[in-house]
């Protein structure tokens, strides 16, 4: 019998993949509220890690995985033809080059430190909310959507920000922008955590899927094994 597509997963899967292309455009202009800098990705990027904990939570680590990679690939689809729209000629009218290659002609550092932060803080945060959920029986959800929150923010803005802004932006206002990132993204998962919790516990009501990673391989690369 063929396996049927869960709706709930695959519409997560795509909102995912959405959050993660808007961040990574928004990440390019640095805003300062209340007197506190932070990157305009911060709007919409820890969405992506709430649906993180929702897929790991109700489909476990492979599908997490899967979406991951996902997610991976779409970002570097966009970047790449942000980058070929750069390089091809305006039209000798139009005078919106420089604002257009702003956004989307991203220096490589900057296409790099995203990238590879998305990565490292996307399994960090699905490995911890894997393996908390074994250990706790399946029980205190908010207490490992919040600390596997904590670690894939923690990994995440300590790879991106050094890479991007490193000898660019003074060292000090680095590390506080780093240190504002984790706080307020972590604060944006515990304020919307009624929500969290009630969406996953729909999910599994109505999907039937509550999955323990008890057998699984937590090597990222083991696409094949969904």
Not at 196 to 206: A, D, E, F, G, M
Request: aromatic share 12%; glycine share 8%; with cysteine.
């Amino acid at each position: 019998m063929k396996q049927k597509v869960s709706v709930p997963f695959m519409l997560l899967g795509i909102l995912f993949n959405v959050c993660l292309i808007a961040a990574n455009l928004l990440e390019t202009k640095v805003v300062q509220v209340f007197g506190i800098t932070v990157t305009a990705g911060l709007l919409v990027f820890p969405i992506s890690y709430i649906i993180n904990d929702c897929i790991a939570e109700v489909w476990g680590f492979r599908k997490a995985r899967l979406i991951i990679w996902s997610g991976f690939a779409m970002n570097f689809f966009v970047v790449a033809l942000g980058l070929i729209a750069v390089a091809l000629p305006a039209a000798p009218f139009w005078d919106g080059e420089a604002h257009f290659n702003f956004v989307f002609g991203m220096a490589p550092r900057i296409v790099v430190a995203s990238l590879l932060a998305f990565l490292v803080g996307s399994f960090l945060n699905a490995y911890v909310m894997s393996r908390m959920k074994i250990s706790s029986a399946g029980k205190h959800f908010s207490v490992r959507a919040i600390w596997s929150t904590v670690v894939g923010e923690t990994g995440d803005s300590l790879i991106f920000f050094p890479i991007a802004f490193g000898g660019l932006i003074p060292w000090s206002q680095l590390l506080l922008m780093i240190g504002t990132q984790i706080i307020l993204k972590t604060m944006y998962e515990v304020i919307v955590l009624p929500v969290t919790i009630r969406v996953v516990s729909y999910i599994k009501r109505v999907d039937g899927s509550d999955v323990y990673d008890e057998d699984v391989s937590y090597n990222i690369l083991k696409l094949k094994e969904i």
